[in-house]
């Protein structure tokens, strides 16, 4: 990738990413077709699974209710996947919402008592539900009843409000965010892992099998490559991919044609894209590898601070193309190797610190 002498141009980089790994209207209606139905059908997190899955069965060979399930984990990586699998797997209907549209406890008192026996309620972004209702949902999932608040002031009273029995499962992808006696109460708590090229391969021709689209071992190869560990990242690509190679390739894909889709589309061979190059790009041709404030990176890229350290920074840390430091942002010698430049040899007494080179 060839960078003018002054900075990359950096407009508009965070406008539909197709490596980011939130979803958005497209991904929703896609996900729902090519999502397994099963746990022997879910590829991955094999730990998670086989812990899941004696969980589950032990409930029904109980005659009971699932213990409550807390999954943490990035976005992109099945938590909501696998809490539909806990709803099929245990025969039970599954209520969806999120710790953000739960602001009041009357919000989630109104959705408690409305729950069937057995029914499984997703809580989405659970971290993110505010105080009163998270206090209200302990003893919902301990004793399985609610005391509703009526009137106010010295007059108010509280209603004990019994439950059926249900299996609250709660999704966060920040779950040093969650209060000690919340997660306590969970029964069970899985960690979603980044995926392995080969799983993602997996998850590749599953997908391409439910789109009807031809793809060899080489081209899903490629795609999960630059899926940056992530199964809806992968599924974004291969659409992604698929178009290209019906107007390009008589629809179908090999390793050259999904290189060449992608490099229309600007994902590296690394899953590295626009933004992500762009910041490595200040960080190395503007500033000789750092260090370097953040926020001077991120005028330096355009960009608002937190875009910088929360949608670029994650995965270039991860890749070990770039370090946080007390002095500063720090680039790496393999973000000089993968941008194809050459370290300077003097000036960086901070990074020959960090890094011996």
């Known amino acids: 990738m060839n960078w003018?002498?002054?900075?990359?141009?950096?407009?508009?980089?965070?406008?539909?990413?197709l490596v980011d790994a939130g979803a958005d209207g497209e991904d929703t209606a896609v996900e729902a077709a090519l999502r397994p139905k099963d746990l022997h059908e879910?590829?991955?997190?094999?730990?998670?699974r086989e812990q899941l899955d004696l969980v589950l069965k032990a409930a029904r060979a109980r005659g009971a209710t699932a213990d409550h399930v807390l999954l943490s984990g990035a976005p992109g990586l099945g938590k909501t996947t696998l809490s539909m699998i806990i709803a099929a797997e245990m025969g039970a209907p599954i209520r969806i919402t999120s710790g953000p549209a739960i602001q009041h406890a009357g919000d989630l008192a109104a959705i408690l008592s409305s729950l069937q026996e057995g029914e499984v309620l997703f809580l989405d972004e659970i971290h993110r539900m505010s105080r009163p209702a998270e206090e209200m949902l302990y003893m919902a999932m301990e004793d399985f009843r609610v005391d509703v608040i009526v009137g106010k002031g010295p007059g108010a009273t509280a209603i004990p409000l019994e439950l059926p029995p249900f299996t609250l499962v709660g999704a966060t992808t920040r779950a040093g965010l969650l209060p000690p006696p919340l997660r306590d109460r969970f029964g069970f708590t899985g960690h979603m892992e980044f995926y392995a090229p080969t799983e993602l391969e997996r998850v590749i021709h599953r997908s391409a099998g439910l789109l009807d689209v031809a793809i060899d071992t080489a081209g899903a190869a490629e795609i999960a490559g630059r899926s940056r560990g992530t199964p809806r990242i992968a599924n974004r690509?291969?659409?992604?991919?698929?178009?290209?190679?019906?107007?390009?390739?008589?629809?179908?894909?090999?390793?050259?044609?999904?290189a060449a889709a992608l490099r229309v589309y600007e994902v590296d061979a690394r899953g590295l894209d626009r933004l992500d190059r762009a910041v490595l790009s200040a960080l190395l041709k503007l500033f000789g590898g750092g260090p370097v404030g953040l926020s001077t990176l991120a005028v330096a890229v355009g960009e608002e601070r937190e875009t910088v350290e929360e949608v670029a920074e994650p995965f270039l840390v991860r890749e070990g193309l770039l370090a946080r430091t007390p002095r500063g942002r720090v680039a790496t010698p393999a973000a000089w190797a993968h941008l194809g430049l050459v370290p300077p040899q003097h000036g960086a007494k901070g990074q020959q610190g960090l890094f011996g080179a």
Do not use: N, S
Request: overall charge negative.
């Open 237 to 258: 690509l291969l659409r992604r991919v698929r178009d290209y190679a019906q107007v390009k390739a008589e629809g179908r894909i090999d390793r050259d044609i999904a």
């Open 4 to 17: 003018d002498e002054t900075g990359p141009d950096t407009g508009d980089l965070t406008d539909d990413r």
């Open 42 to 48: 879910f590829v991955g997190q094999e730990k998670v």
